[in-house]
């Protein structure tokens, strides 16, 4: 990993004392331990988040185990604690993470115009999308799946949506999915707004990635139920600029070094881990 470490004393004493009171507290070579002013080349954007002490991290506010917002005005969830763990890593405390809500549509513009610095949001890495920006990862890998009231038996696979109404999200790659396998697609902004139009009749099902699905249904216990099996692959990738060489490949040493050490799954079984039995997580790819 592209960085080196300088204990600096007076900072480590302060956070010994903090944290002599938290009994179980553990450190790892993922996250920083307090008091360790973290360093990088000159010239990278590692170098400069951690030297600004700050970093901006579009993430969902509407998707429950991934990214929600939570009742503190903080969003919760696996992406959310990927992003810190990202931050940790650079020496940016919790407290001084800036969350934007990003949209499936807005993804990319928001990186390209520079409103993030990072995009954490259940986003599928796809070779369309590495022609305006880059990824690292894979973190997860999810698939396509579908969502129905909870007393439908004519839906069972994506065979039963041909010439249905479904919804999705607008910039999806679900949306794309549906529209290819002769789906009707109703495409709003997020997949929240899916839920009112299922609950009418106005769309058969709602289809997108299982993991979301599984959150939502789960936020409305007894309303709704996933059904059949994924049909797609969708590989999980954090978005930054492209070209971002470096930042992308400390990235993928952030994320490797959290499998090996724990750190990893710890924030599975905190958020998405409550409903969603843990897998390894993929390689990263390092194009």
Do not use: H
């Not at 696979?157 to 794309?176: F, I, K, M, R, Y």
């Not at 040493?253 to 959290?258: G, R, T």
């Amino acid at each position: 990993m592209q960085r080196t470490r300088k204990t600096v004393l007076a900072l480590a004493a302060a956070g010994a004392f903090a944290l002599s009171g938290c009994a179980g507290t553990t450190t790892s070579e993922s996250s920083p331990p307090v008091g360790d002013e973290v360093t990088f080349d000159e010239g990278t954007t590692m170098a400069e988040l951690s030297e600004a002490g700050t970093i901006t991290i579009g993430t969902k506010f509407d998707q429950p185990l991934f990214g929600l917002m939570g009742p503190s005005g903080v969003p919760e969830g696996f992406d959310v604690e990927i992003g810190k763990l990202i931050a940790s890593n650079l020496g940016i405390a919790e407290d001084d993470i800036k969350w934007v809500e990003t949209v499936s549509a807005n993804r990319e513009p928001f990186i390209e115009n520079g409103q993030v610095d990072i995009v954490v949001a259940t986003y599928t890495i796809n070779d369309k999308r590495k022609e305006v920006v880059s990824f690292a990862g894979p973190y997860y890998m999810a698939g396509q799946s579908i969502l129905v009231l909870a007393d439908n038996e004519d839906i069972t696979s994506e065979a039963d949506l041909v010439g249905q109404p479904v919804c999705s999200v607008t910039g999806s790659t679900p949306a794309a999915k549906l529209e290819e396998i002769g789906a009707e697609p109703l495409l709003t902004d997020t997949y929240s707004n899916c839920l009112e139009p299922l609950r009418n009749g106005t769309v058969v099902a709602v289809s997108t990635d299982n993991v979301i699905l599984a959150g939502l249904a789960a936020q409305n216990e007894g309303e709704f139920k996933v059904v059949g099996e994924p049909f797609t692959s969708e590989p999980y990738g954090i978005g930054l600029a492209l070209d971002d060489t470096d930042f992308r490949m400390w990235i993928n040493d952030v994320l490797e070094e959290s499998y090996a050490d724990g750190t990893y799954e710890e924030a599975w079984n905190s958020t998405a881990g409550t409903v969603l039995p843990f897998v390894e997580p993929p390689t990263p790819d390092r194009y």
